[in-house]
């Protein structure tokens, strides 16, 4: 019992570090990116070529992940995304779409369509008791991390110059302009740093969640999930939300397999329904 | 006062007639359509396919297109429909027109059930539930395999004689026609739905919603009544899925199907209901033709096409469609007419 809430702790802190890039994307910048679970999963990918073809440490391809993926989405938010940061919804719908289609094809090119497994080191395998309480020493890092991570990033957004010159950006952008905050190299920054994290939760995914090219499609719902119920206003929010849902899908397939994602799916319309702007959101929509 | 008054009535429902009246380009369209059962008789499965995605996309044309709902699980009714026409085929008649309307039905009261959900929010939580709800239905589907045969699909469904005289055939001939007719009948349908004030009304919605409501268009009534329109077409086009090839894979649910009945509109250009039909036209040609070259990686051109739509512009892209013969004319004589451009 307690080993399936820390299971689902693990598995929710894991699903935060993926999301939390998207609910700055969507939430802050109002900028629909269904594309966010294509960074990831370049993340998940850069590990594996790095452990697999060239041999080098897991602790690594964390930090190489990272970086590869903000580069490549610093790259692309200057030369695409940025052109339709005032476009309709439905414009960054299909260009997303586009970009997620793109991503799955060339990764079944390059690396070929079967399950990517990675060979965590010696020391994060297997598992030990406390208390009876079975832990996964993987599981344990990932929550170390994200923890850590976590922290980091609510003070980042809160204490630093940084966090509040893009909180004035996305409240108004031309204000924020006037008074000299440069709007557009801020969200560029912010962009690439939230594809950085979704490479590294790829990176520390790759073991736990499987890696294969359908992977921005099958955890695109549960980044949704998280942005959407979380709301968009904080880190916490988002946090809470991953939390909650990494604990629900753990213990809902351990215990009811037979229904399946059916729980998680009905939880969001049902909460969607009641609060459309997300359990901890502001209520003036954007 | 008066006099203007009776003069604006009598020009607005000049307008709606002009909408009104058939152009030589929809004419011609439909003449060819019917031509291709004898021109084209070794192409008739391929000609269905893309009957089928014209309907599909023609109703997503009159929630986007018209009412202005981003759709990312349409997908949901199309696969509904496939599989009521599949299970009402398997356990009970075989009769496709009778599978089509039970179908239409259902999905249609679906549609109106979760045409609610769509009513709050905004955009972003409206792409969610219709997500989230065609992704419940790929569950069900997937879970429930002693309805609906779970990831291996429904098999045994065994079609009867059209109306018990027109007998499915194994080139796809009667299937060609029937969908076809189906098709047009329903299009015919959306066209007088469209073009009627209640039509007009939409766009306004679409257009601005709260002006509408000042003055004095309710939204509410009027996104559900398109939604579960929509829906019903939606599941009637998956019906026809079924129908035509004897079998319902959980595919019909996937999401792929929602992204490119999305490519598809975008292609052929939304708001005007041809642009499901010619965008059809040309995805699934352009499909055909992609996998020929690439069997396995043809989802990359499609994203490429997609991110070049957008960068190009979705307006420039459907702007072809002033070419045809007539459109242009019939805008310039109007100057009243509400421009088309979403």
Partial sequence: ?286 | MSETLAHTAQSASEILRRRERWQIWEVALWIIAFAAIFVLPSHMLILTEIAILALFALSLDLILGYAGIVSLGHTAFFGLGAYVAGILARDYTGEPVTGLLVAGLVTGAFGFLSSFLVLRGSDLTRLMTTFGVAMLLAEVANQAAWLTGGADGLSGVMMTPILGLFEFDLWGRTGYIYVLLVLMILAFIARRIVNSPYGLSLKAIKRNSRRASMLGISPTRRIVVIYSIAAAYAGMAGALLTQTTSFVSPDVLAFHRSADVLLVLVIGGTGYLYGGIFGAIVFTLLRDWLSVITPQYWMFWIGLILIAIVMIGRERVAGWRNLLPGQRKSRKAAPLAVEDAP
């Fill in chain 1, 1 to 286: 019992m307690l080993t399936i809430l820390f299971d689902g702790i693990a598995y929710g802190m894991l699903l935060f570090i993926l999301a939390c890039g998207l609910s700055i994307t969507l939430g802050l910048m109002n900028f629909v990116n269904l594309a966010h679970g294509a960074f990831a999963m370049a993340g998940g990918y850069v590990t594996v070529i790095m452990m697999n073809r060239y041999g080098l440490s897991f602790y690594w391809c964390l930090p190489a992940s990272f970086f590869i993926c903000a580069l490549i989405g610093g790259v692309l938010e200057r030369t695409l995304y940025r052109r339709l940061y005032g476009a309709s919804h439905l414009d960054q719908v299909l260009f997303s779409i586009g970009l997620v289609f793109m991503s799955i094809a060339a990764v079944d090119y390059f690396m070929g369509g079967q399950q990517q497994l990675i060979n965590l080191p010696a020391e994060l395998k297997g598992r030990f008791d406390v208390l009876g309480v079975g832990i996964g020493r993987y599981r344990l890092f990932i929550i170390a991390i994200c923890a850590v991570l976590a922290i980091i990033l609510q003070l980042a957004l809160t204490k630093t110059r940084f966090g509040s010159q893009l909180r004035a950006a996305v409240d108004d952008g031309r204000v924020a302009r006037g008074l000299g905050v440069k709007v557009s190299a801020i969200f560029a920054l912010t962009f690439a740093l939230g594809s950085g994290l979704a490479g590294l939760g790829g990176a520390l995914g790759a073991d736990m969640l499987g890696l294969d090219p359908s992977f921005p499609l099958k955890f695109l719902i549960y980044f949704m999930i998280v942005v959407t119920v979380g709301g968009t206003s904080s880190i916490t929010g988002p946090f809470i939300a991953a939390l909650l849902l990494g604990i629900a899908d753990v213990g809902g397939k351990y215990y009811v397999p037979q229904l399946g994602a059916f729980i998680i799916y009905a939880v969001m319309i049902a909460v969607l329904i009641l609060k459309p702007h997300g359990l901890f959101g502001r209520e003036s929509g954007r």
